[in-house]
């Protein structure tokens, strides 16, 4: 099975912007909806956005309005456009995707996991 692959994290100042990507190949047929979660260090990991079957988006409100996923088919990728980015989105970012998701942002609710990529956000 071929693991969920996280790209494009990195350093940037506060105001900037980041597009992160997730390989997804092999999982769009066996899921419902494919999410990007986040977690900081001493925290506990968080819902994000959500891509859901028929094109649905849902997204945390700490994030509505400057972040924004998608799902590229031909490509078989899974994007998330972060702009206006501030240092509390500092976090390692994951991609998951989920056979039977009923909450889209919940975390328990997502069957497979990829390693995740570093976003540092400094002011």
């Known amino acids: 099975q071929v693991p969920l692959v996280e790209s494009g994290g990195g350093s940037v100042q506060a105001g900037g912007s980041l597009r992160l990507s997730c390989a997804v190949s092999?999982?769009?047929?066996?899921?419902?909806?494919m999410g990007w979660f986040r977690q900081a260090p001493g925290k506990e990991r968080e819902g994000v956005a959500a891509?859901?079957?028929?094109?649905?988006?849902i997204y945390s409100d700490s994030v509505k309005g400057r972040f924004t996923i998608s799902k590229d088919n031909a490509n078989q990728i899974l994007p998330l456009q972060m702009n206006s980015l501030k240092p509390e989105d500092t976090a390692m970012y994951y991609c998951?995707?989920?056979?039977?998701?009923?909450?889209?942002?919940?975390?328990?609710?997502?069957?497979?996991w990829g390693q995740g990529t570093q976003v540092t956000v400094s002011s």
């Open positions: 891509f859901c079957t028929g094109g649905s988006t």
């Open positions: 998951a995707a989920g056979r039977a998701v009923i909450q889209p942002l919940r975390v328990s609710d997502y069957n497979y």
């Open positions: 092999g999982y769009s047929y066996r899921s419902n909806c």
